[in-house]
């Protein structure tokens, strides 16, 4: 490979909320060498990360479709921990009579989200909650109320006769998409009030993409899983600041193919991406640096 340039797009890593998610998932091994522990879904969106929580023998129950409530049938004994998206009260509920002991690793700026919609339930708003459908972060809130509306497009907008709406989001979706939502729930109901819940760590990967327009980039290259939605969010966004070549990658097996040759090459990744995957694409794109993969950096 040669005369590329390479831009490390800033921030890189795990942001706060997954660093505490994983710190509590090896405190938790640490604590009870013996013991089965079990997490309810993803800990976060990042397969490499379910891999090295194997390693450190913690299984991760997760099927498609599933919410969180039906996945608990599958665990009988032992510890479990909810993953950093939050869950429904009711899953605490069925948990504890299960008699499974519970960690809990839920975001902070999640369980705000879900605090700020509980209080707006009881005050008898209207929620308009604009988020992914079957995302474990939404569905612990829009599940909350049949006065929780989920809205995903201008369409999913509901024609109501309430004296009172409540508008927010998930906490990893696109700050323009989230504009644009807030903009046409305003001139449908003025008197709404909106609290937007873009997390900063997302917050700043996104604008920080933004800003490439202003430099001349022919590829970003976004390392995170396909499941990871603040990672779509930010390839979703490099196309709309018009860079040439968005691609997207887990791990430097999926740029083998591209001619990285003479190009200036940005390079970002999501929230739930570990540090140790992205350091390894950007040696591969400087100078075709193919080392090891060793799970137990993952962490």
């Known amino acids: 490979m040669k005369n590329n340039t390479i831009i490390e797009v800033m921030p890189q890593g795990f942001c706060g909320g997954v660093m505490k998610a994983i710190k509590i998932a090896k405190e938790v091994r640490t604590e009870h060498p013996d013991q089965k522990i079990t997490i309810l879904g993803n800990l976060v969106h990042n397969r490499y990360v379910k891999l090295a929580l194997r390693h450190w023998n913690i299984e991760t129950v997760e099927e498609t479709g599933k919410t969180r409530l039906e996945l608990l049938d599958r665990i009988d004994d032992g510890i479990v921990i909810f993953t ?174 591209f001619d990285w040759n003479g190009k200036t090459i940005a390079v970002t990744s999501g929230a739930s991406t570990p540090k140790y995957l992205t350091s390894q694409i950007i040696r591969f794109v400087q100078d075709g640096t193919l080392e090891p993969f060793e799970i137990e950096r993952v962490l």
């Open 84 to 257: 950093a998206h939050g869950v429904h009260p009711d899953v605490y509920k069925k948990a504890e009579e299960k008699g499974l002991r519970v960690y809990d690793a839920s975001c902070r700026f999640v369980v705000q989200t879900q605090r700020i919609v509980q209080e707006k339930l009881e005050e008898g708003a209207v929620v308009f909650y604009i988020g992914k459908n079957k995302h474990p972060e939404a569905e612990s809130i829009y599940t909350l109320s049949s006065r929780v509306y989920l809205i995903e497009t201008e369409s999913d907008i509901p024609e109501l006769d309430a004296p009172s709406i409540f508008v927010t989001n998930q906490t990893t979706m696109s700050t323009l998409d989230i504009e644009h939502l807030f903009d046409a729930i305003r001139r449908r109901y003025p008197s709404a009030c909106f609290h937007n819940e873009i997390c900063n760590a997302t917050r700043v990967r996104q604008e920080a993409v933004l800003a490439l327009q202003n430099q001349e980039v022919d590829v970003l290259i976004v390392v995170g899983d396909p499941t990871s939605n603040n990672t779509e969010q930010l390839a979703q966004i490099a196309r709309l600041a018009q860079i040439p070549t968005v691609v997207k990658a887990e791990t430097v097996e999926d740029l083998r193919a």
